[in-house]
């Protein structure tokens, strides 16, 4: 999420915006200088200029030889006067693994042409098909500048963009909060507008066509885009001196190009449920018929998010709960809570337990069934992230400040998905398979923090 | 509802900003989007991966 470190809530950045007031009005003679301005400054500056840098390292790995993640991110923040502050952010990841291809297990091994379609590679009988061509680098950066708007307003503007491989992201986004009611009140509005453009690996396959053998491109067809359009709605109330809760409405509006071009669904059998079989070509090819999925070419999200910051006698409860509902018909509900907990003054420890579920998509399908009576369906996906799953994060957090008073973390997390495939859509020998790719990862994550 | 400006030294905590740690959050908000059908609600919605 590129926007959300520059962007993360407008109304999060007036409490400590006011905290900052008091350094910031001194800081004019660096920011001068800073820009190359020549005009007066004033003169009463008695803190050096505020940078605030914050690095972290991270690991996600995916068991089962799936999606490993290497990150390393950097949040760079200079604080002007008058309450100016401009953040950059660079993250560069490295991924390698297998992901699922989409295609269901079968008693026999399969094969399948990898996205470049210039090879193949093969399954063994009895397991998940999982594509381990994965391999890619992504670089992002964000900037954003904020200022005051009156002397009740704070205004942010940002930028963000990502490269991937096969993926180009552009985006611009903007805020304005407001505060009220002797600033124990802050309303905010925002957008974010994204630009993306996805360039596949051998091109993008047709919806609905079948994955053909080696060499044979003549289903893909070139780069595709999308527009995603964001708008938040926030409001943030202090209710005493130890509880501070937040609620935002966000809409989001997505065209164009929504598929996963790596992704095929099987087609199987009406009785038996087996993917039917083809002989794959002389350079190699798919054993069995595979369809490229297909997903419409718009989604318009609607979510609802509260959050409550409690303070407890030195350790600090920070609760959240999200509801998502889309018209692809997904549902889902997101449970955060965060418990910091004190340990001499100068560390902590911080358990955290999140829990999500998300019902299926409309349109997800563990596979396609060859049925001359029944026409396919317009629109089809078995992307396990469009089903029917739950998932829990557990985790622990240790921080501490260093001699230097700079700020260390490490946190250790783990994550696990598991799901169901609705019983109606399982035929023949599916129901005894296990149809789900369940997910279980390890998240490791080192920050370090330090102002000047 | 709400304090006096005198009573806001706990409210000025960096522990208690809404957003703790940016850095954590945006790796949160990213692995998440990449990995479940739903994204954004604190701040806007995720994107800017082809995530597989």
Redesign the interface.
Known sequence: ?????A???A??MT??T??ERSVSATLAAATCALLGSTAAAPVDAQEEPKWDF???L?Y?GEDENR?QDV?L?S?IRRLFTDDRALTL?L?VDTLTGA?PSGAIRQDVPQSFTRPSGISSYDVPAGELPLDDT?KDT?V?ITAGWQQPAGEKGLLSVGF???K?Y??L?T?V?ASYAHDF?????TVSA?F?F?S?S?EPVGGAPIPLTNMLDVGDTSNRVGDQDKD?L?V?FGV???????L?V?A?Y?F?QSDGYLN?P?KVLSMVDSVTGDTLTRTPGIEGGPSGLFLFESRPDERT?H???T?A?Y?MNGK?L?A?Y?Y?T?D?E?D?H?LDVRY?WPIGDSS?IEPHVRY?T?TE?EFYRLSLVDDSLVPLPQFASSDY??GNFD?ITAGLKYGWKTRNDNDM?I?VEW?T?SGTVPAGQLIGNQASRDNYPD?N?L?V?F?YRFSR | ?????W???????E?????????????D?????S????????????????C?
């Open positions: 999420m590129d926007s959300a470190a962007a993360a809530g109304t999060d409490a400590k006011r905290k914050n690095t972290s991270l996600y999606v990150s991110k949040i952010g993250t992901t994965f992504r992002a963000s963009a990502s991937e096969d993926y992201h985006g986004n009611n002797n600033r124990n009140t925002g974010a994204a993306d996805i995603v964001d938040v943030s109330q202090v209710i005493s001196k130890n501070l937040q935002n966000s989001s996963n790596y999200q979510s609802v998010y959050q910051k303070f600090v920070d959240s999200r998502m889309d692809w997904i889902s997101t910091r902590y999500y998300q998509a992230r469009l998932a973390s946190r994550y998905q997910l990862a998240i994550q920050s | 509802m709400g304090v006096q400006p009573e806001r030294e706990i409210l000025a905590r522990d208690m900003q809404l957003t703790t740690d940016p850095l954590e959050a945006a790796t908000d990213h692995i998440y989007f990995k479940e059908a739903s994204s954004g609600g604190r701040g806007f919605g995720g994107g800017g991966c082809g597989n």
